[in-house]
């Protein structure tokens, strides 16, 4: 019997009937991590990968479905949304390499039967730390990433900036910090297979290289200082961050239900696929996006 051609040959690009989304094991190196694909109708302009949040310790890409499934609709991107690692049990750095697995595995698939070839990573609260913190061993593997694309992450272990104290009482201080002590274990950075593995990009002696990012915080959202500070020391680098700030919003606004063109999905998605559509220049991949709530 003949085996089945992989999800990635019978379907780069999507008919209306089919079923938006395929788990998948991200495989590189030895290693495998657990995922889900969400694809799009019409040709992808690129791949994001995607670390959901939940203080390193929960979540899931299941739990974090609808909200991955719009930023794919949205973004015109396919995006792998990763099922890494947690602690307690699981202790920096093995939710970094998990995404590197699959930042890996999209790289041996890139340019394959259709697919895109640019690569972004992304995250939401912890997991845009776990991103970031992806992005910069990239960087300084010589493997930049074409974007990073980062909601309301949190950057310092010990939550000192003023807006922990001034804003929304979630996360609190005190529960994010402890929460970063189960994460970072006893080793903050890690030296592995030639990359430093940081728990935070600000553990980082030097942010140049490391890819161009998009933020958006709340103003009510107590790590907006932290979000800020970054975006600031990416441009100092010589890098670029395009920092959106949301009124009236706090903490966890990726899984709001609101889609309206002004929320944080669209602002993230939208200034990723503008990047993606503007370096395509001059190609032919183009992207046709399907409407909200064609998912299923």
């Not at 939940?54 to 719009?70: D, I, K, P, V, Y």
């Not at 912890?126 to 909601?151: D, K």
């Not at 030296?191 to 103003?219: K, M, N, Y």
């Not at 991949?285 to 998912?295: F, I, K, N, R």
């Amino acid at each position: 019997m003949t085996a089945p051609d992989p999800w990635y040959r019978t379907s780069p690009v999507l008919q209306p009937t089919e079923r938006f989304w395929r788990p998948v094991r991200a495989t590189a190196g030895g290693h495998s991590v657990p995922a889900r694909v969400h694809l799009v109708q019409g040709r992808p302009v690129g791949w994001l990968v995607w670390a959901h949040g939940g203080s390193w310790r929960g979540g899931s890409a299941a739990e974090w479905h609808h909200a991955t499934a719009a930023l794919a609709r949205i973004s015109g991107c396919l995006v792998v949304s990763v099922d890494y690692r947690l602690s307690p049990r699981h202790t920096h750095p093995a939710p970094v390499e998990d995404v590197l697995v699959a930042l890996a595995w999209v790289r041996s698939l890139a340019g394959r039967s259709g697919l895109p070839t640019r690569i972004a990573v992304g995250g939401d609260s912890a997991g845009g730390t776990i991103a970031a913190a992806a992005a910069v061993a990239e960087a300084e593997a010589g493997e930049p990433l074409a974007m990073q694309v980062l909601a309301y992450p949190p950057f310092d272990p010990l939550c000192r900036a003023d807006s922990y104290r001034t804003n929304d009482s979630f996360p609190t201080a005190e529960g994010l910090r402890e929460s970063w002590r189960a994460h970072r274990g006893a080793r903050p950075t890690v030296f592995r297979d030639g990359r430093t593995l940081h728990s935070s990009p600000l553990d980082a002696e030097d942010l140049a290289g490391v890819a161009p990012a998009v933020l958006a915080v709340g103003d009510r959202d107590p790590v907006r200082d932290d979000v800020t500070a970054y975006a600031r020391l990416l441009n100092e680098s010589g890098g670029s961050a395009e920092l959106h700030i949301l009124p009236r919003t706090g903490h966890g606004a990726l899984l709001s239900p609101v889609t309206e063109p002004t929320d944080i999905r669209h602002r993230l998605a939208g200034a990723l696929r503008a990047r993606f559509i503007g370096s395509a220049a001059g190609e032919h991949a183009t992207a046709s996006v399907p409407h909200e709530g064609t998912d299923a």
